[in-house]
């Protein structure tokens, strides 16, 4: 009943003022809300808390994984993190608002093609990402059209639910 609760625009959780739901997955849902200190637009990440031990508690760690790997990352092509907090037996990522949402709505608007000098505009977006990402010995593993998203006609690499970190190991191999 919680999450119902959270689809009402003008929700409030923390200093962040809920505007819609703008997409879900297996055992989230994103929203778009407002900072109503500095009226920075950005996404919310909300994941019950009760779901985390599902899968053998896969649930959980793929969300821990997310914050922390996005919390290593400072690039303008992957998705910022801003915050994080637990209220409401929820657990929250707050992310940059991608202003227009995933590449997979342009694309089945043009027909599911994107013209020749477009396509490299995007491939070149989405390599410097994974080259951002690879810089901070994380990889994303997920790239899917879902999980590519526009900001101001720029690409940004989102969703790293399933990336993984190499940090640890690269530590003790330059040791």
């Not at 985390?52 to 997310?66: D, W």
């Not at 990522?93 to 043009?110: A, F, R, T």
Request: contains cysteine; positive net charge; aromatic residues 10%.
């Amino acid at each position: 009943m919680q999450q119902k609760q959270l689809h009402i625009p003008g929700k409030r959780l923390k200093q962040y003022e809920i505007v819609k739901l703008i997409g879900s997955g297996g055992y989230c849902k994103v929203y778009h809300a407002v900072n109503v200190q500095t009226y920075e637009n950005v996404a919310i990440k909300a994941v019950a808390m009760s779901t985390f031990k599902n899968h053998g508690g896969l649930v959980g760690q793929l969300h821990e994984t997310e914050k922390q790997n996005m919390k290593l990352v400072n690039s303008n092509y992957v998705v910022r993190f801003i915050d994080e907090f637990q209220q409401n037996k929820y657990s929250y990522i707050v992310m940059e608002y991608c202003n227009q949402g995933d590449i997979e709505k342009p694309w089945l608007e043009q027909n599911k093609h994107f013209s020749e000098e477009q396509a490299i505009v995007y491939v070149k977006e989405i390599l410097r990402g994974l080259q951002d990402l690879q810089k901070c010995y994380v990889m994303h593993r997920d790239i899917k059209m879902k999980n590519i998203l526009l900001h101001n006609d720029q690409i940004k690499l989102g969703d790293l639910g399933f990336s993984k970190s190499k940090r640890k190991f690269m530590h003790l191999v330059q040791q």
